[in-house]
C-alpha cells in the first residue's frame, strides 16, 4: 500500500548537518519522501518511520527504476530526488547507520551499472501472474444497495475501482495516465479510441476493450443517477469532467496516482497475495501477454507510448526470448525432415 505519511529514519539529524540552501533542503525533504514511499511499497511497509533495513546493495538503482517508469517523474525530479538519496545513503554510512555489510560505495557502484547499455534495472522485473485476480475481485464484490447516502457512496466506489482495473488491464495505461481521464476522452465509454497525452507530453492512441467500456459505462450510468439525486454538486459540464472521481466528498474531484495504488494494493492484500502488486504491474502484464501472442514489437511499442523501440525491446527482452524459443521449436525441421526433403529433392533431379 502507498504511504505518503512515510518518512526515512534520521532524516531531521541528516537535513540539519549537511550544509545546502534552505530551497535545495526542501527539495532533499521531498525526494527522501519519495524514497521512504518506494521502500514501504517493496517492503509492504505501513510504518511512519522506514527504518534503513529495508535498503539493499540495489536500492538506488531500483528507486531510479521506480521514479521513471512506475512514477513517471521528469527528468529533472528525478534527477533531484536521486540526488538527494545518494547525499543521504553517504551521511547514513559515514553515521554507522547502514546495517549488514551495505555501503554507500556499493548503492552508488550499481547505480552506475545500471545507466551504462545493460540497463540491468530492467530485466529484474518479473510479469505478476496474478495481476487479472485483482480484477476479479473487484468484479466480484458485491454492490451495496444506494438506498443511504453511505451505500450510495460505497456503490459508486466499487463500481468506480471495476472500471479502474478493467481499463488498466486492457490498456496498459500508466497510473498518471488514467487519474488525468476525462469522460470526454472516451466519449463515456461508448468510443473505444482514446488520444491522451503521456509521459514527456507525447500524444498516442489507447484503445479501450470490451470488458473496460462495459465497466467505465455502468460506473458513468451510477453516477449520473447519483448527481439527479443532488448528492453532487458539478462544477463543470459532464463531458469536461473527470471520467474517475472521489466519492468521499460532496463535490467532483479527480481521483490521484495515489487512489490507484490504494485500490491495487488493497485488493492484493485482501486476496493475500504472497506478491506485492502495483498499476505499473498491469501494464507489464498486458505487454509480456501481447507480446508472447506474437504481436510485433512495433506494436507494442505504440501500446506502452514508448518513444523509443529500444526501450521496449531491453524491457522485454525475455519474453521475446520465449517467443523466439517457441518459435524455433514449432517451426525447426528434425533431422528426418531434413534427409527426406534432401531425398525428395534428388528423386526429382533423377
Same mark, same amino acid.
Given at each position: 500500500?502507498?504511504?505518503?505519511?512515510?518518512?526515512?529514519?534520521?532524516?531531521?539529524?541528516?537535513?540539519?548537518?549537511?550544509?545546502?540552501?534552505?530551497? $535545495?533542503?526542501?527539495?532533499?525533504?521531498?525526494?527522501?519522501?519519495?524514497?521512504?514511499?518506494?521502500?514501504?511499497?517493496?517492503?509492504?511497509?505501513?510504518?511512519?518511520?522506514?527504518? !534503513?533495513?529495508?535498503?539493499?546493495?540495489?536500492?538506488?538503482?531500483?528507486?531510479?527504476?521506480?521514479?521513471?517508469?512506475?512514477?513517471?517523474?521528469?527528468? *529533472?525530479?528525478?534527477?533531484?530526488?536521486?540526488?538527494?538519496?545518494?547525499?543521504?545513503?553517504?551521511?547514513?554510512?559515514?553515521?554507522?547507520?547502514?546495517?549488514?555489510?551495505?555501503?554507500?560505495?556499493?548503492?552508488?557502484?550499481?547505480?552506475?551499472?545500471?545507466?551504462?547499455?545493460?540497463?540491468?534495472?530492467?530485466?529484474?522485473?518479473?510479469?505478476?501472474?496474478?495481476?487479472?485476480?485483482?480484477?476479479?475481485?473487484?468484479?466480484?464484490?458485491?454492490?451495496?444497495?444506494?438506498?443511504?447516502? *453511505?451505500?450510495?457512496?460505497?456503490?459508486?466506489?466499487?463500481?468506480?475501482?471495476?472500471?479502474?482495473?478493467?481499463?488498466?488491464?486492457?490498456?496498459?495505461?500508466?497510473?498518471?495516465?488514467?487519474?488525468?481521464?476525462?469522460?470526454?476522452?472516451?466519449?463515456?465509454?461508448?468510443?473505444?479510441?482514446?488520444?491522451?497525452?503521456?509521459?514527456?507530453?507525447?500524444?498516442?492512441?489507447?484503445?479501450?476493450?470490451?470488458?473496460?467500456? $462495459?465497466?467505465?459505462?455502468?460506473?458513468?450510468?451510477?453516477?449520473?443517477?447519483?448527481?439527479?439525486?443532488?448528492?453532487?454538486?458539478?462544477?463543470? !459540464?459532464?463531458?469536461?469532467?473527470?471520467?474517475?472521481?472521489?466519492?468521499?466528498?460532496?463535490?467532483?474531484?479527480?481521483?490521484?496516482?495515489?487512489?490507484?495504488?490504494?485500490?491495487?494494493?488493497?485488493?492484493?492484500?485482501?486476496?493475500?497475495?504472497?506478491?506485492?502488486?502495483?498499476?505499473?504491474?498491469?501494464?507489464?502484464?498486458?505487454?509480456?501477454?501481447?507480446?508472447?501472442?506474437?504481436?510485433?514489437?512495433?506494436?507494442?511499442?505504440?501500446?506502452?507510448?514508448?518513444?523509443?523501440?529500444?526501450?521496449?525491446?531491453?524491457?522485454?527482452?525475455?519474453?521475446?526470448?520465449?517467443?523466439?524459443?517457441?518459435?524455433?521449436?514449432?517451426?525447426?525441421?528434425?533431422?528426418?525432415?531434413?534427409?527426406?526433403?534432401?531425398?525428395?529433392?534428388?528423386?526429382?533431379?533423377?
Amino acid at each position: 500500500m502507498t504511504n505518503d505519511a512515510a518518512m526515512v529514519a534520521h532524516l531531521d539529524d541528516f537535513l540539519s548537518q549537511i550544509d545546502v540552501a534552505r530551497k $535545495t533542503e526542501a527539495t532533499y525533504r521531498y525526494g527522501l519522501q519519495a524514497l521512504a514511499q518506494f521502500l514501504a511499497e517493496q517492503s509492504n511497509n505501513h510504518a511512519l518511520i522506514i527504518d !534503513t533495513t529495508h535498503l539493499s546493495a540495489d536500492t538506488l538503482t531500483q528507486f531510479r527504476h521506480w521514479m521513471r517508469h512506475e512514477r513517471g517523474l521528469s527528468r *529533472r525530479s528525478e534527477g533531484t530526488y536521486l540526488a538527494a538519496a545518494i547525499r543521504y545513503v553517504e551521511w547514513l554510512d559515514t553515521n554507522g547507520h547502514l546495517k549488514g555489510d551495505i555501503t554507500s560505495s556499493q548503492l552508488k557502484l550499481n547505480l552506475r551499472n545500471s545507466r551504462g547499455r545493460r540497463r540491468v534495472g530492467y530485466k529484474t522485473q518479473p510479469i505478476k501472474e496474478a495481476v487479472p485476480l485483482v480484477v476479479q475481485f473487484y468484479d466480484q464484490m458485491p454492490l451495496p444497495e444506494p438506498s443511504t447516502a *453511505r451505500g450510495g457512496r460505497q456503490r459508486l466506489t466499487i463500481l468506480r475501482n471495476r472500471a479502474i482495473v478493467h481499463t488498466l488491464i486492457g490498456t496498459g495505461l500508466r497510473a498518471q495516465e488514467l487519474a488525468s481521464l476525462r469522460r470526454s476522452d472516451c466519449a463515456d465509454g461508448k468510443s473505444d479510441k482514446m488520444l491522451i497525452t503521456g509521459k514527456g507530453e507525447k500524444e498516442r492512441l489507447v484503445i479501450l476493450n470490451a470488458e473496460a467500456k $462495459t465497466a467505465i459505462q455502468a460506473y458513468l450510468r451510477a453516477r449520473d443517477a447519483d448527481r439527479a439525486t443532488g448528492r453532487k454538486r458539478p462544477s463543470l !459540464t459532464s463531458t469536461d469532467e473527470p471520467l474517475f472521481v472521489r466519492h468521499d466528498r460532496d463535490t467532483l474531484a479527480a481521483i490521484s496516482t495515489k487512489t490507484v495504488w490504494l485500490l491495487v494494493s488493497d485488493a492484493a492484500r485482501k486476496l493475500g497475495l504472497s506478491t506485492h502488486i502495483s498499476p505499473h504491474d498491469f501494464r507489464r502484464y498486458m505487454a509480456t501477454t501481447l507480446l508472447s501472442e506474437g504481436m510485433p514489437l512495433e506494436s507494442v511499442q505504440a501500446f506502452l507510448g514508448h518513444e523509443s523501440i529500444v526501450t521496449t525491446r531491453t524491457v522485454y527482452a525475455h519474453t521475446r526470448s520465449e517467443v523466439l524459443d517457441d518459435q524455433v521449436k514449432s517451426y525447426r525441421p528434425t533431422l528426418s525432415d531434413m534427409l527426406q526433403r534432401a531425398r525428395r529433392q534428388q528423386d526429382s533431379d533423377n
